[in-house]
């Protein structure tokens, strides 16, 4: 039982420490991310962070099922947006969803 105990305790401090990483410990490519989303979505930087953070991890490479990229956009958001294998193509195509949704985050399941 106190084996089961630390074990628990363990993967509790590192989730908890994972979760509340600083910008000095981003890997290079969320550091690419960062930017690309923040100099794509200006004004909105913040919230589309937020949103991609919850999506993604600001990984280009995370897919769920048809969900793909920082923002997981689906295949049929991908195929009218655009998409690509890196950080700006997929903020732009982001973007574009995001303007005409109306400058909503509606599309996303994550909410800033």
């Not at 969900?67 to 574009?96: C, D, E, I, P, V």
Request: charged fraction near 15%; glycine fraction near 8%.
């Amino acid at each position: 039982m106190r084996y089961a105990t630390a074990i628990l305790l363990a993967a509790l401090a590192f989730a908890t420490q994972a979760a509340s990483a600083s910008p000095d410990s981003y890997r290079p490519y969320q550091i690419r991310a960062r930017t690309a989303i923040c100099k794509t979505f200006g004004g909105y930087c913040q919230e589309a962070l937020s949103v991609s953070w919850c999506e993604s991890r600001w990984t280009v490479t995370a897919h769920n099922g048809q969900y793909l990229g920082l923002f997981q956009m689906g295949s049929y958001a991908r195929s009218k947006y655009g998409h690509s294998n890196g950080a700006w193509g997929q903020s732009r195509a982001a973007r574009r969803y995001f303007i005409d949704s109306g400058r909503d985050w509606s599309p996303w399941s994550c909410k800033p």
